[in-house]
T-cell receptor, first 110, second 113 residues
Framework: SQQGEEDPQALSIQEGENATMNCSYKTSINNLQWYRQNSGRGLVHLILIRSNEREKHSGRLRVTLDTSKKSSSLLITASRAADTASYFC??????????FGKGTTLSVSS | EPEVTQTPSHQVTQMGQEVILRCVPI?????FYWYRQILGQKVEFLVS????????KSEIFDDQFSVERPDGSNFTLKIRSTKLEDSAMYFC???????????FGPGTRLTVL
């Protein structure tokens, strides 16, 4: 089943602008986690939001979760060229597995 | 800052050969995982491991795969008889507890020829 699906698939912005990526999922979750992946590299954990939380912040990152709409958003404020990467949401349902989406490719130009 | 490490970074093998991918999870973590990412595709869950046994596995994790924690620090994934379609990036991850953040290693790129 397609659980986490991000949109848009690709996003191009200028340095200093904000970037918003969305994730939708189909079944109830325990938590949702966002990751960043630079081309061909490992997955860097960004933030975890639990099903009973609505918003979390970490530095320039802001994540929201709307369980009624089964959706989450990741906002990166004041983007930098170094933020260029793919961003994935991953949902944790009842067990241990994370189910990943296809990701949003963010390109930040200076 | 503690991190998950994986070796080797790149493994090339012939079809039908056995490979062992190695991981050292973060030291106080109790849950260990393997995921894979075929080039251009989603990251896919393979297996989770807790208290010296498999907690959960996906349909990808068939009889050709096995996991082991041979000592107090290493966590391995063995593929018994590799196929061309096993070519992928394999990621190890660990978490302190169930439902906590899963921290990923840098991955092992497996190429099966």
């Amino acid at each position: 089943s397609q659980q986490g699906e991000e949109d848009p698939q690709a996003l191009s912005i200028q340095e200093g602008e904000n970037a918003t990526m969305n994730c939708s999922y189909k079944t109830s979750i325990n938590n949702l986690q966002w990751y960043r992946q630079n081309s061909g590299r490992g997955l860097v954990h960004l933030i975890l939001i639990r099903s009973n939380e609505r918003e979390k912040h970490s530095g320039r990152l802001r994540v929201t979760l709307d369980t009624s709409k089964k959706s989450s958003s990741l906002l990166i404020t004041a983007s930098r060229a170094a933020d260029t990467a793919s961003y994935f949401c991953a949902t944790n349902q009842a067990g241990t597995a994370l189910i990943f989406g296809k990701g949003t490719t963010l390109s930040v130009s200076s | 800052e503690p991190e998950v490490t994986q070796t080797p970074s790149h493994q090339v093998t012939q079809m039908g050969q056995e490979v062992i991918l190695r991981c050292v999870p973060i030291s106080n973590h109790l849950y260990f995982y393997w995921y894979r990412q075929i080039l251009g595709q989603k990251v896919e869950f393979l297996v989770s491991f807790y208290n010296n046994e498999i907690s959960e596995k996906s349909e990808i994790f068939d009889d050709q795969f096995s996991v082991e924690r041979p000592d107090g620090s290493n966590f391995t994934l063995k593929i018994r008889s590799t196929k061309l379609e096993d070519s992928a990036m394999y990621f190890c991850a660990s978490s302190e507890a169930l439902g906590n953040e899963q921290f990923f290693g840098p991955g092992t790129r497996l190429t099966v020829l």
